[in-house]
């Protein structure tokens, strides 16, 4: 017997509340319990090509809903692996089911199966319906007509070939010479929707955690033989059925679904365009589906109760999503949020905002609407993602997959509950992304914010970063070429000239131009007017500084990624000092680094989350920053010397933030790879008397695209 290796897999949305093994004859089966209430959905394993993290895009949604439990079969995951074939008869996995639930302390269930798993749904609910409150199936891949495309391929299962191409690898003797090559292939006819290189890429590592020897033995034991099997069981279910199934399956026919839900006598749902895994190509409306359907088995008396308001009696409300990634976001939103209350003072602004986000906008008394505290952590998230000083922002992005859904399904609850006029989404990719692949739920008009527009490929990427990074560009120009009107404002924060030349992938177009057709320009949005610093000795004492002080602020800005650079700096410190008299160093660790973690020195001083920071910036005599677009701004804004040392391996901080910069002529770039603290010094030294020569930055851009957004109140 084989047991599950171990690795380390991408930050969850959640964690599951209580994990466990259930043992039978020598078989172990790991499970996860989430959430609590009525009823429970026990999401049953498929195949076990893939494990139970093929459920990640449902388990966060469900569970804030229901209790749900999830395992791994035989075969994958953190369970074991048997080696004879009669280890992975359906009963097996129908019995590994009820050992679950009875350890879980489980009466009844919803049970939602994929594909292969319907087969012991089935027998789930035809052996034990006293435990079954309902079966939903998804894609069930049950003998039933028509049959799949790979049949023949079946019946040649054991066939010796020279070569093997297409369902031809479905083939003993692919699988034990060239498992991977058939899992490629696999995926690919699993995922026939466009750009779906991020679920197939998932798919692809799950299936890595088993072997083509298990798989065989998967394979090799006895199932269900033909259409009059399935009957035999579908004449005993006796609970409610659901069958979603989705027309371009190229792996079980949506037919054969569909004659499913005429033999249990249940609702069918065809997804038009949908491959054979919708669950995670379109896992929003799959999402809403279990949902409903699970509330369709909870007792009356626990079901929420709704309230409706005339529309005449509803206040003007908007609800606000600001990105959690770093603090600018929240600076530029917090200003712009200002002035549209200039222009409606009895605008109600809700924010739907995580922290770091939310220790801004609890300063500034913003209300922060009480479903945040349900939001997956996004920083968090990359924070994990980093290392020194570097931080994929690419793959991080598409790492956080599961964490974007999770946030989306929130805001959705939130909208469908409650009434907004207008969602306001700084960089809130979630929204904008799920939306545009569910037009129907935007009930609201809805404007759209970023500072900066295209996915780049780092050099030593090579070409698949350079296809990835191209085919997410691709989908983005085709959303909003389907659905032009559903952004009803795109806004850049900046100017068109701040956007980089690149192209958004070979045969599409330059950034610039598709940018400039689809987006309004209000100008950079700092958030504060630096003319209230024109008399810098007056802030400088206000802050407590010296006169025979020279200041350097150093700061990351809101995430943990930073705090390298930090050290590093903190070590320059002592070297710069004996080259610059005076010299009087600010650390400022921000919301999510332990200030007292950093070491110290004389005429060094390490400090927490400073609010409103731009006001230290204007006062200081140089910073030191990460590379950042806000921090960066602000000090341009100041006419500011500073220092910045983008992430490596950080596309927007490389290409985006840098090409603006040098269009403001503004700061020194510096490379941390090559920068040790003597050279940090040295340019500490450099730089503390340069005069800035920056091109203006304007005052006015919080109230230009205020205008631009009131317009849809």
């Keep these: 017997m084989r047991m599950a290796p171990t690795g380390v897999e991408q930050s969850r ?16 089966t790991y499970f996860e319990r989430y959430g609590d209430g009525e009823p429970t959905v026990l999401l049953l394993p498929t195949w076990s090509i893939v494990h139970s993290r093929c459920w990640k895009l449902q388990i966060p949604y469900l569970a804030r809903h229901c209790r749900v439990l999830a395992f ?58 006293e435990r079954v409150s309902g079966l939903v199936f998804i894609a069930p891949g049950l003998p039933l007509p028509p049959g799949p495309p790979r049949a023949r391929a079946e019946q040649e299962f054991m066939q010796q070939r020279e070569t093997y191409s297409g369902w031809e690898k479905f083939n003993r003797n692919h699988w034990l010479e060239n498992y991977e090559d058939f899992v490629d292939f696999f995926m690919s006819q699993i995922f026939t929707e466009p750009h779906s290189t991020k679920q197939r890429e998932d798919a692809f590592g ?26 035999q069981l579908t004449d005993r279910i006796t609970c409610p059925t659901l069958v979603i199934h989705g027309t371009d399956d190229a792996v079980r026919p949506h037919d054969s679904g569909a004659a499913l839900a005429a033999l249990t006598g249940g609702a069918l749902v065809t997804l038009e365009g949908s491959g054979h895994n919708p669950q995670a190509r379109d896992p929003v409306k799959v999402n809403l589906l279990l949902r409903d359907f699970a509330a369709r088995t909870r007792p009356v008396a626990s079901r929420p109760r709704a309230t ?16 959690p990634i770093g603090l600018g976001h929240a600076q530029r939103d917090v200003a712009i949020a200002r002035e549209l209350r200039k222009l409606h003072p009895d605008l109600q602004i809700d924010w ?32 994990s993602e980093s290392a020194e000083h570097d931080l994929h922002c690419f793959h991080a992005y598409r790492r956080m997959d599961e964490i974007l859904l999770a946030n989306f399904m929130l805001f959705h609850d939130l909208v469908e509950a409650e009434s907004y006029d ?22 609201a008009a809805y404007c759209w914010l970023t500072d900066f527009v295209g996915w780049l490929p780092m050099p030593d990427g090579g070409e698949h970063e350079a296809f990835l990074a191209a085919d997410y560009n691709a989908e983005m120009v085709e959303h909003v070429a389907r ?18 030349p690149d192209r958004l992938g070979p045969e599409l177009p330059a950034i610039r131009e598709w940018t400039e057709q689809h987006f309004d320009f209000p100008g950079y949005v700092t958030g504060f007017d630096p003319t209230a610093f024109a008399d810098r000795e007056a802030l400088r004492a206000e802050l407590g500084y010296h006169a025979d002080e020279r200041v350097c602020i150093v700061s990351v800005g809101g995430s943990g ?79 500011r010397p500073f220092l910045y040392f983008p992430l490596a391996h950080h596309f927007e901080q490389n290409f985006h933030v840098d090409h603006r910069l040098h269009r403001y002529r503004a700061g020194r770039r510096m490379d941390y790879a090559e920068s040790p603290p003597e050279i940090i010094a040295e340019a500490i030294a450099d730089e503390i008397d340069r005069e800035v020569d920056y091109l203006p930055v304007e005052t006015d851009g919080a109230l230009r695209a205020a205008a631009r957004i009131a317009e849809m109140l």
């Design 422 to 443: 207008l969602w306001i989404g700084d960089e809130a990719w979630e929204l904008d992304y799920f939306l545009h692949e569910n037009p129907e739920l935007k009930t």
């Design 72 to 129: 791994d079969g035989r075969g994958n995951g953190r369970s074991d692996r048997p080696a004879e074939p009669e280890a992975y008869v359906e009963e097996q996995f129908a019995d590994d089911a009820l050992a679950v639930m009875d350890a879980t302390r489980t009466e009844r269930a919803v049970l939602v199966s994929l594909s292969r798993g319907a087969e012991r749904s089935l027998l789930l609910g035809a052996g034990h319906p």
């Design 352 to 383: 739907l905002a995580q922290h770091p986000v939310t220790r801004v906008l609890e300063a500034e008394g913003e209300r922060i609407h009480p479903a945040s505290g349900h939001l997956a952590n996004e920083s968090a998230h990359i924070e």
């Design 308 to 323: 409706w308001t005339r529309g005449r009696n509803r206040p003007r409300r908007v609800l606000y999503v600001s990105s």
């Design 483 to 500: 659905y032009p009107r559903l952004r009803d404002r795109s806004i850049f924060v900046g100017n068109a000239a701040d956007i980089v």
């Design 561 to 639: 990624v930073g705090e390298q650079l930090l050290r590093r700096v903190i070590e320059a410190h002592p070297l710069a000092a004996a080259r610059v008299p005076g010299l009087r160093t600010i650390v400022i660790a921000g919301p999510r680094i332990a200030p007292d973690s950093l070491p110290r020195h004389p005429g060094l001083e390490v400090v927490g989350y400073v609010h409103n920071l731009y006001r230290q910036f204007a006062a200081c005599d140089l910073a030191v920053v990460q590379g950042g677009l806000t921090t960066a701004m602000e000090l341009t804004a100041n006419r």
């Design 13 to 28: 949305a959640r964690y599951p509340d209580a994990t466990g093994y259930v043992e039978r004859d020598g078989v172990r």
């Design 206 to 231: 799950w299936a890595l955690d088993t072997d083509g020897e298990t798989l065989l033995a998967t394979q090799l034991a006895p199932r269900m033989a033909d259409a009059a099997s399935v009957r």
